[in-house]
């Protein structure tokens, strides 16, 4: 049988959990932000460079500041894609997900 003492010893686990979590996912996005954005940096088209200096991560997301990048990234009508966001992606996802479970085991130990 559970006594209100074991009831109330699992919910400040829990709570304790919740609170690392919380501070230990922040963290884990702005590394793999940074290393996406990293990654978009090494491989975007480089003709004059200003769209890998607009590349920028911050809290844990990632921005692409030049107004043109989508079009660069996708093509148009005129233009072949010359994809860098979705390849960064790919490259740094496998990575990413193994550091997420080992970081929700060591949370849950």
Known sequence: MTD?????????RLLRAAGLIE???GQWES???DRIASEM???????TGALASSIQSSA?????GARYGVF???GTSRTAPQPFVGPAI????????LEA?????????
């Not at 844990?60 to 692409?64: D, R, S």
């Open 72 to 74: 660069v990234d996708r």
């Open 31 to 33: 590394e793999w932000a």
């Open 90 to 97: 790919d490259r740094v996802k496998p990575r990413a997900l």
């Open 4 to 12: 209100a003492s074991q009831v109330s010893r699992f919910a400040a």
């Open 41 to 47: 940096v090494a491989n975007v088209p480089k003709d």
């Open 60 to 64: 844990g997301t990632v921005e692409v």
């Open 23 to 25: 501070l230990e996912a």
């Open 101 to 109: 479970r080992r970081l929700a085991l060591r949370v849950i130990d």
